[in-house]
Structures are given as structure tokens and as C-alpha cells.
């Protein structure tokens, strides 16, 4: 394998020659090769929508060379288009607030955009690290791209508990569930809460922090920080607002808190829906389909044990969050680590308890 040899404040390091990050990426994959997960596909793409914008905001604003915020919004669109997330190579659990999580970011952008202009990977000459990150606070990037990951993944798990939903109505309509039509719509009306309770909690994602320090008036930065949102929002496709209070939005992460519950609230539910449908099959009110030979519960097995692991990733998203100090929280990584950990594994929950459970129930 061939090497390039980059340098910081802490010395000199080999870097693969055909990698886009660079040297801070690898100390950090280097220092916190702990739980062997990278960055989720919906982290990558928020950093790449925020660094997008970013560089519109620079480019209107005459911040930026129209070249430079070009090439560094066409990085940016590959990344959203799939390209190069086997470049974010930084753990998702790690320490110093996440920051390398940006780092690895700039470094991916920087280089394809050099790479596009001509250059060399490592040498940043036509477009640098600085340029990607101009007008930009890192914590508040990870709180963005961590509120931006959540909401995505929050609406894709809506979209599939919506299908479970619809199954439990479908099957309502038989005539042959009449003699359990009243247990059967309180199943429905249980996830309907649930669903309404995770909509609820992504109210308090949207608001988002904008650090700008461009010396000049306040009513200046704060037109900076309006022009940015409004870029955010069209790069990610999600309706973001300023946050009113920026040390309060940094400082108070009440949302993620507010959307862990929610979570395990459903998972809650889901393994109370799954106990009483195995009493229910029990008490030849119905008949289960049977998953594996000789048993018609494993599914609903799995369903509980997801409970159980859903409580232990919220007291752990309620004891990180409780722990930040001031307006930094240095432990948002392990928050975001448990948090996408458990939407994931509720939708898929959602989708096994629909499909291996529900649509094949007999009566």
C-alpha cells in the first residue's frame, strides 16, 4: 500500500495515499477504535448537507470565492448521493465532544474537492480545510448533524410503524376477528399514541444553533445565521428554525431526551401488545403463525428482548445528557451512538412484529 505523511501540532503520520481523510480523522480512528461502528449514512449526509450550506451561505455573502464553494457543494452532493462514506472512518462513540466527527468531514470534502480542481490528496492547495469550515463553531455541527440524523431516522421509523398500523386495521375488517374486534382495536389506538408521541419530540429537534463571530453587527450575524438556516433546510429537506436561544439550544439537549423516552415508551407498548397476543393465542382466541417448528412465540420473544435493550439505551441518553456542563455536553456521541441505535431497532422491530406476527394471525 502507498503512503502520503501528513502533519499537525502532534507530529507526522502515514495516511493511505488514496484515502480523502486525513490526519485528524485517523488520531481519532487511531485513539477510539472501541465499538468498530462508524458514523450512520444519515450522519454522513447531514455533515455533507450542513458543510453544503455552509457554502452557499459563504458564496451569497461574499465570504467565499465562487470556485471554492462550487467544487466544495459538488463533494458535498456526491456524498449525499452515496459516494465516500467509506471515508468517515472516525467511531461513533469517541471523546472531545464529537469534534472529529467534523474534522472528518472537512478533511473527505476538502480532498475530493482538490481532487476535482487537479490536486493532490493531502495537500489542500486549490481548496483548503479552513474553506470548508469557514464561519462555522464544530459543536454546534455535531448538535445539527446529530438533530438532523434523529429527525430522518424518526420519520422513517413513523413510516414503518404507519404500516403496522394500517396491517392491525386491515385485519380488523374480517369477520372472523368480530370476537376480538374491541382487543384488537386498542392495539391500534396504543401504537396511534406511541406514533403521536415520537411526532411530538421532533418539535424540539428542528430548532438549531448558529454560532457567527464575523465581526461586524449583530443584526450582520444574525442575517448570517437566517441565510444559513434557510440553506440547511433546503439542503437536507427538513424544516429547521434558529434557535431563540443559542446557549439554551447548546446547553438544554431536552429533545433528544424528550425523543429517547418516546422511543422507549413505544418499545414498551409493542412488548405488552406482544405478551397479550401470546396469552391470547394461549386462550385459543387466536391462532399465531408459527415462525420456526414447534414454536409460535419467537417472534414475540424477540419483540420483549428489544424492550428490555430499549431501557438500557434510554437511561443511557438520560445520564449523558444530564452530565454536560454549561453549553457543551461532551458526551453527545454515546447520546447519539444509543439514540439512532434504538430507532433503528424499533423500526426493524415494527416491521418483523407486521409481517412475521400480525399479517399471518388466524382466528
Known amino acids: 500500500m502507498r503512503y502520503r505523511i501528513e502533519h499537525d501540532a502532534l507530529g507526522a503520520k502515514q495516511i493511505p495515499a488514496e484515502a480523502y481523510y486525513g490526519i485528524g480523522s485517523y488520531r481519532s480512528k487511531e485513539a477510539f477504535n472501541i465499538t468498530k461502528h462508524g458514523l450512520l449514512r444519515q450522519m454522513i449526509k447531514a455533515f455533507a448537507s450542513l458543510k453544503k450550506a455552509f457554502a452557499k451561505t459563504n458564496l451569497d455573502l461574499g465570504y467565499l470565492d465562487k470556485k471554492v464553494a462550487n ?8 456524498i449525499l448521493n ?4 467509506g471515508q468517515f472512518v472516525t467511531d461513533i462513540v469517541q471523546g472531545g465532544l464529537g469534534l472529529a466527527m467534523d474534522k472528518n468531514a472537512n478533511e473527505v470534502i476538502a480532498n475530493r474537492a482538490n481532487e476535482m480542481l487537479g490536486g493532490e490528496k493531502g495537500n489542500y492547495e486549490f481548496v483548503s480545510l479552513q474553506a470548508v469550515a469557514l464561519n462555522q463553531l464544530p459543536k454546534d455541527n455535531v448538535i445539527i448533524a446529530g438533530r438532523i ?3 430522518r431516522l424518526s420519520k422513517k421509523l413513523l413510516m414503518e410503524a404507519k404500516k403496522l398500523s394500517n396491517a392491525l386495521e386491515d385485519r ?13 382495536e386498542a392495539f391500534n389506538v396504543i401504537l396511534e399514541k406511541d406514533m403521536k408521541r415520537v411526532d411530538e419530540a421532533l418539535n424540539h429537534l428542528k430548532f ?13 450575524n444574525l442575517a448570517y445565521a437566517k441565510k444559513f438556516v434557510k440553506n440547511i433546510s433546503q439542503a437536507c429537506g427538513e424544516d429547521l ?9 447548546r446547553r438544554n439537549l431536552d429533545g433528544f431526551a424528550w425523543l429517547s423516552s418516546a422511543l422507549k415508551q413505544m418499545m414498551m407498548d409493542l412488548s405488552k401488545i406482544a405478551k397479550d397476543l401470546e396469552l391470547m393465542h394461549k386462550q385459543k382466541q387466536l391462532k399465531l403463525p408459527q415462525i420456526e417448528v414447534d ?46 441505535e434504538s430507532l433503528n431497532i424499533i423500526r426493524r422491530a415494527l416491521r418483523t412484529l407486521r409481517e412475521q406476527v400480525v399479517e399471518g394471525i388466524e382466528i
Open 241 to 249: 428554525e434558529l434557535a431563540k436561544n443559542m446557549v439554551e439550544n
Open 82 to 85: 452515496g459516494r465516500l462514506h
Open 149 to 151: 440524523s434523529a429527525i
Open 208 to 220: 438549531i444553533p448558529v454560532f457567527v463571530d464575523l465581526s461586524k453587527t449583530e443584526e450582520s
Open 172 to 184: 380488523k375488517h374480517n369477520p372472523s376477528f368480530s370476537p376480538i374486534k374491541k382487543e384488537w
Open 71 to 78: 467544487v466544495i457543494s459538488l463533494s458535498c452532493d456526491e
Open 295 to 340: 414454536d409460535y412465540f419467537s417472534a414475540l420473544e424477540v419483540i420483549k428482548q428489544i424492550s428490555f435493550y430499549i431501557m438500557g439505551n434510554d437511561l443511557t441518553v438520560a445520564r449523558a445528557i444530564e452530565a454536560g456542563e454549561l453549553d457543551e455536553n461532551r458526551y453527545q456521541p454515546i447520546i447519539y451512538a444509543c439514540l439512532f
